[in-house]
Nanobody
């Protein structure tokens, strides 16, 4: 059974930084793409950043220039460096891994809270 586990969330003041990490276990295949999504209170889940196996990236407009997604050397690991955090970045952040059949696998989520 594939499991994704996130870490690195927490409470930070506006303007601060956090780094989220995600590692998958139980998978014999490498994800074609990995990414981060978030769900803020009262809002739908939205894409934050996505990275393909070839290293190509895609970011939500709201985080461009502030967040950086990267894949680790270990199989099925992904990171999200978040700088210049804003209160509106407060949300539960979910790691996602997608296989070659476009089947997504999700982590349990990690809370990020940015205080003003």
């Amino acid at each position: 059974q594939v499991q994704l586990v996130e870490s690195g969330g927490g409470l930070v003041q506006a303007g601060g930084s956090l780094r989220l990490s995600c590692a998958a276990s139980g998978s014999i295949f490498s994800f074609n793409a990995m990414g981060w999504y978030r769900r803020a209170p009262g809002k739908q889940r939205e894409l934050v950043a996505l990275i393909g196996r070839d290293g190509s990236t895609n970011y939500a407009d709201s985080v461009k220039g502030r967040f950086t997604i990267s894949r680790g050397n270990a199989k099925n690991t992904v990171y999200l460096q978040m700088n210049s955090l804003k209160p509106e970045d407060t949300a539960v952040y979910y790691c996602m891994g997608r296989n070659s059949d476009y089947v997504p696998y999700w982590g349990q989520g990690t809370q990020v809270t940015v205080s003003s």
